[in-house]
């Protein structure tokens, strides 16, 4: 296989495992779970749980014991959850007001105001629920409660949530060079650092090894963002799927409008070049999370 | 100290301690810490926690451990931090749409609506951030990994936020025995029975313990809303701090209209007889507990 089929063929394994953890639609309560999955099902690259699982496997290559490599499998559909729920939350009418995602309605659109806020409640906690269902399989509970406390970090306000807060309060106002740095490394970076931290530490990595990680994935995820940018500016429609220019006509700031073309793709390339660099100091067969890297960074969409 | 000294003096205890977990409002996302924090400290009962530690010292009585006996801590701060999550989003304008708690401005009124949703996400995860500061305390990883998932099962769709779904859903329309009976269980009751039985699982009691402290709170949560109903057609709105018959008016079914005056007086007698029954049963000192649910079950307001 080549490393784009190895992409779709891992890709599907991470969905089945990511579905297999979904809650059953039964009960009083049954309105709630379908949203959940609704939202759940909607697609999407499932890059964080890929990641994860990549991760893992650098630490635990050669190890035999199935038990204990299902230990991952619940953080998999735990930070999926977790992306999912910022997603319902972000969709709301009182932040980004987004009828339409991957060509579907949002969840509150078809769900309703009251359901899509509680549907993002429940997933951010059923996130928690699931993650700890890895104490079945782990030999190393310590881990896995380390684990769960890591995701609650880069999830909350000193993460994802902490990125999101700055990123509405400045809409629609300029945005420094700091600021912008803090959205990038929180909104976007904080669950790719966090799916790879957690793929190190059920892994078996000694501390220095997991604060590598932690690097090498900020490094991706601020790559992936300036990409972004850059594919905002100079992308098709047909080939991104959205508007181009929808940034600029949002007049928001990017990497691109706040430093130039020329500086967004070179700093792509220093992070890329950077992340493969910690890439080649760990453990384990680098072929697949080196050409993952390259496909996310030369990617058209 | 009698015992309602020895609640005033434990409940300033207990706020201490819940305090202490708090973030710091610094940094770009200095708002929706703030907001946090605002939600936090608008007071209330803190019974969940009071439960908890209560619960904790009965299997640990005579203990001299110190650290061991802060393992217990960042839980009682977590689950206020899940019973504030679930009011600030309660009070949300697609909800409840309360402008006002506890005499003060509810947070989607002080904040915004947008802030409210985040940190109300934001309370919910730094709930488990905080639960896994347990770790560095206790000695028993396995028993604090699954605190942490007893905790996100009770507060989520199996629990809580499953209850909230169904009284949303339910909001103007006749509601039977069995949907009541499973709103009351699982909106009110799920927090309370999770409070305890993590004060059973880190206090280190046996299975069938933690199924009787389980049961023991249900009965507690059951009553304690019975009564609450009782109140709402008896008290006077001096004592309650709200107008009495808020709930007749809004023609919401209650146990009392379902059941009557009569059997719903019976039924606090007899679930707090029964909740008594089983405190019993439990190693330790009973005083205070057995008289926390005299003071529920017989209070006013």
Not at 39 to 60: C, D, I, N
Not at 184 to 198: D, F, P, Q, W
């Amino acid at each position: 296989m080549n490393p784009k089929e190895q992409l779709e063929e891992y890709t599907r394994q991470v969905e089945a495992v990511v579905r297999s953890y979904l809650p059953p639609e039964e009960g009083y309560h049954k309105t709630v779970l379908e949203a959940m999955n609704y939202s759940m099902k909607a697609g999407g690259k499932r890059l964080r749980p890929l990641f994860m699982r990549e991760v893992y496997r650098l630490f635990r290559s050669g190890d035999q014991d199935l038990r204990q490599e299902r230990a991952v499998e619940p953080f998999m559909a735990a930070i999926e959850m977790i992306h999912t729920f910022s997603l319902v939350h972000d969709d709301l009418p009182c932040m980004d007001n987004d009828r339409l995602r991957r060509g579907q309605p949002t969840t509150w659109v078809r769900y309703g105001y009251d359901m899509a806020v509680l549907a993002g409640d429940a997933l951010a906690v059923y996130a928690f629920e699931t993650a700890a269902k890895a104490l079945e399989f782990s030999d190393d509970p310590q881990a896995v409660g380390r684990c769960m406390g890591l995701l609650a970090r880069k999830t909350g306000v000193s993460g994802m949530i902490g990125g999101q807060t700055v990123d509405v309060e400045l809409t629609g106002k300029p945005v420094d060079a700091g600021q912008l740095d803090y959205i990038y490394e929180n909104k976007t970076g904080a669950l790719l650092e966090v799916s790879m931290m957690i793929g190190a530490v059920l892994g078996g990595a000694e501390e220095s090894q997991v604060e590598a990680v932690e690097k090498m994935a900020s490094c991706i995820g601020s790559a992936f963002q300036i990409q972004d940018d850059i594919l905002d500016l100079t992308g098709t429609t047909e080939n991104l799927g959205k508007p181009v220019l929808s940034d600029e006509k949002n007049e928001k700031t990017t990497y691109v409008t706040l430093y130039g073309m020329e500086e967004a793709r070179e700093a792509v390339r220093r992070l890329s070049a950077q992340a493969e660099e910690i890439l080649e100091g760990l453990p384990g067969d680098h072929d697949f999370l080196k050409a993952l890297i390259d496909m996310l960074i030369t990617r058209e969409k």
